[in-house]
């Protein structure tokens, strides 16, 4: 019993010391920050299991649709006690892309990004080329307009996959005689779940994705229309990374130009020069 008195004691003391130093006051009242506040409740991050799908329907192009990669996350964003507008959402960015179309001996057509493949940057923007830096802005983004009084939670998503056309015959002729042998894409992204302060451009990144599309298609070119196309390995594509430690946010990932107006369709012959069939448009 007297051990449990001077316990008591022991902790009024301790206790009125630290009223005395401000201290409890200090650690009660002091409003915690956007970035210690808002909370990450729920990541899901995949790649569809269908394997890519070939179409055959037109004498003039090939034309194939790869599984969706998906990501989603929930989000609760506790009261917010000040004027601020905080967008939480998707950002991505390519990172490494060979495309490549072989026509048998006569050379083969790439799309190509000439920054990221000179190394002059490491990433370039994938966003929908209006709502830099986001990915999109309907499932993709929320925003959280304070002051606001009760928690505030949100999910936010985004889904990504290829639906080129690659022509049967060579780009730089007038022909649609088929010459086309093989395709060949490998891809790879970095998707970040990042938190804006659309005033101070305060910029938190949440959580970080790493994916990759990869893609091998031979051609027969001798077959008929129909007949032509085989999808080779991978068939299942590898799912996505959810790092354990987020990645920053390279430069050129939040700035014009995405990837669709920077790249560029080469035409690159067994014999002579490069030719330029597509120019960037930016």
Same mark, same amino acid.
């Given at each position: ?93 390519? $990172? ?34 209006? $709502? ?83 893609? $091998? ?66």
């Amino acid at each position: 019993m007297r051990q449990s008195l001077l316990n008591e004691r022991t902790f009024l003391w301790i206790l009125l010391l630290l009223y005395a130093m401000g201290c409890i006051q200090s650690i009660r009242c002091k409003p915690k920050s956007f970035r210690e506040s808002i909370i990450v409740l729920e990541v899901n991050s995949s790649i569809d299991s269908n394997p890519t799908s070939i179409d055959e329907s037109s004498s003039v192009v090939l034309r194939y649709r790869t599984p969706h990669f998906r990501a989603s996350a929930r989000v609760l964003v506790p009261p917010v006690a000040d004027k601020e507008t905080w967008t939480v959402g998707w950002i991505q960015a390519c $990172n490494h892309m060979e495309f490549y179309n072989k026509y048998g001996s006569k050379g083969m057509s790439s799309w190509e990004l000439p920054d990221l493949r000179d190394g002059k940057i490491q990433a370039i923007s994938d966003s929908d080329g209006v $709502n830099y830096p986001w990915y999109g802005n309907t499932t993709e983004t929320c925003t959280v307009v304070g002051p606001t009084k009760k928690d505030t939670k949100f999910v936010v998503s985004m889904n990504d996959n290829f639906y080129p056309s690659v022509t049967w015959g060579i780009p730089v002729s007038d022909s649609n005689v088929p010459q086309l042998t093989s395709i060949h894409r490998d891809q790879s992204f970095t998707t970040w779940l990042v938190a804006i302060n659309q005033t101070s451009g305060e910029t938190l990144v949440l959580q970080t994705v790493r994916w990759r599309m990869q893609l $091998n298609i031979d051609v027969d070119p001798d077959k008929s229309l129909g007949k032509r196309a085989t999808l080779r390995e991978p068939l299942v594509q590898e799912q996505p990374q959810v790092l354990g430690k987020n990645e920053p946010i390279p430069p050129n990932a939040m700035v014009k130009p995405n990837a669709n107006d920077a790249q560029v369709l080469m035409w690159r012959p067994k014999t002579g020069n490069p030719v330029v069939v597509i120019p960037p448009k930016y």
